[in-house]
């Protein structure tokens, strides 16, 4: 467990929250090294008996610290951004560990997968591919490609983060792969690598996957009668996590759902896993500011926290659910309502939590948990605000690996004379 309760105190290992709280103030992001590492040795130790790699999607977490421990664990990384890559080599990985995926590659950021000599393109589109073979033969690099096949296969989940459906923008069409595989085979500036799927995030069911990977290995088949040996096949990331009562599969059983489907077969199982490694070893460190208590049974009672949409927009943007915990025990001047628990910013939409039963008194500390992952990576500087602190617990230390923003971060960039 990333976070526990000690003697009524909310901790990271053996590191009290409030502590943390005391030196680096509110709002603050706070990972567990040890809560990251145990999830990764649990996806690790599920694929020991598949010729698996776990390519961790940066976009979930994207802190340089996070990265530099993933790379420790021995993680490969899943890219979309040439943003994303430059962070990944800051860190101290290799970029023969990364995957680029992603509809809208720009040049730039191929040529710099390129340059750097990434591990695959997964490449979405004919019109991508073309780019890419362009850019390889300009620079004189082989460029290795991998084709995400869309498989139409419903994830169940979230519409926003659904992405294996013929209606979604991602991937192309089983056919389509097949005859752009061909081409790259053909290329002279392109390497035909392997086959890529991601049918959508914070999926709950193995089926979904078990479904999309007899569609790749349909799609295998048919390449390998007309010659063509791949090196891998990637069945993108989203395994689910518990944010509040949900209970995900084991990694375990789809392990052995591939492992007998794969039957053999040479091909190495790339895993794009991004929440499952680090939702639920963050929590967001926010304060109350004030307590505004309903006049009448029907009025909401809200805590006004320091923390708001800026820094977590989920609620916000997917009515997610996250648990809100005290981080110390309630004092005698706590007052137990029913608390909608919102941010200063000025939107209806700005709440972290709706209706929980909580003891609170102004000054005191929560814990947002199942925060580490899309928290900071989706945090904003809306209305003026400069995002949070992102701290690494790391066994009994704890460490600043991000430090709050300065208004003087957001006036630096901006110029209002004529010759700026
Ligand atoms: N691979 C690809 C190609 C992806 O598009 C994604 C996520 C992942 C891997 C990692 O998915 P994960 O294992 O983290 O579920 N902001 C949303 C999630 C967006 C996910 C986008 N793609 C949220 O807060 O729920």
């Not at 599969?249 to 077969?265: I, V």
């Not at 925060?371 to 989706?378: E, K, R, T, V």
């Amino acid at each position: 467990m990333a976070f526990q309760l000690q003697g009524g105190a909310l901790c990271a290992g053996p590191v009290s929250l409030a502590r943390i709280a005391e030196a680096v103030g509110t709002p603050t992001y706070v990972y567990s090294a040890d809560g990251i590492s145990a999830q990764y040795r649990r996806l690790e130790a599920a694929f020991a008996e598949v010729p698996a790699e776990i390519c961790y999607a940066v976009k979930a977490n994207s802190n340089l610290g996070v990265l530099r421990l993933m790379n420790e664990l021995g993680a490969g990384f899943d890219i979309v951004s040439g943003g994303e890559l430059q962070r990944v080599v800051a860190a101290g990985a290799l970029p023969e560990t990364v995957v680029f995926s992603g509809v809208g590659k720009s040049e730039a950021e191929i040529n710099l997968g390129l340059k750097l000599g990434i591990r695959c393109f997964n490449v979405e589109s004919a019109a991508e591919l073309q780019r890419i073979a362009r850019q390889a033969e300009r620079l004189h690099r082989i460029a290795p490609v991998a084709l995400r096949v869309n498989p139409d296969v419903d994830a169940r989940t979230h519409p926003y983060i659904a992405t294996g459906l013929k209606e979604n923008k991602f991937g192309v069409e089983a056919s389509e792969a097949a005859e752009l595989l061909v081409e790259a085979e053909r290329h002279p500036w392109l390497e035909a690598s392997g086959l890529a799927c991601h049918i959508g995030s914070q999926v709950e069911r193995v089926g979904p996957y078990l479904e999309a990977l007899d569609r790749l290995l349909d799609l295998l088949d048919q390449l390998e009668a007309s010659g063509i040996e791949l090196g891998h096949i990637d069945i993108g990331g989203g395994f689910g996590v518990t944010y509040q009562d949900e209970t995900p599969f084991e990694p375990r059983e789809l392990a052995t759902a591939a492992k007998a489907r794969l039957n053999g077969r040479p091909q190495t199982l790339v895993l794009e896993p991004g929440r499952f490694l680090t939702a639920n070893a963050g929590v967001l460190l926010t304060r109350v500011e004030y307590l505004k208590p309903g006049k009448k049974d029907s009025q909401h009672s809200f805590a006004v926290v320091d923390a708001a949409m800026n820094d977590l927009l989920r609620p916000a943007l997917y009515q997610s659910w996250h648990r809100v915990e005290r981080v110390l025990p309630a004092g005698d001047d706590a007052l137990t309502a029913c608390w909608d628990i919102v941010g200063p910013i000025c939107e209806s939409g700005d709440f972290l939590a709706r209706q929980r039963e909580l003891a609170l008194a102004p000054g005191d500390l929560l814990a947002v948990r199942s925060a580490g992952a899309y928290g900071m990576a989706q945090s904003s500087n809306y209305n003026a605000r400069g995002r949070p602190a992102e701290v690494l617990v790391e066994g009994d230390r704890f460490r600043v690996v991000r430090r709050r923003e300065h208004i003087n971060d957001q006036l630096a960039l901006e110029r209002i004379d004529a010759d700026g």
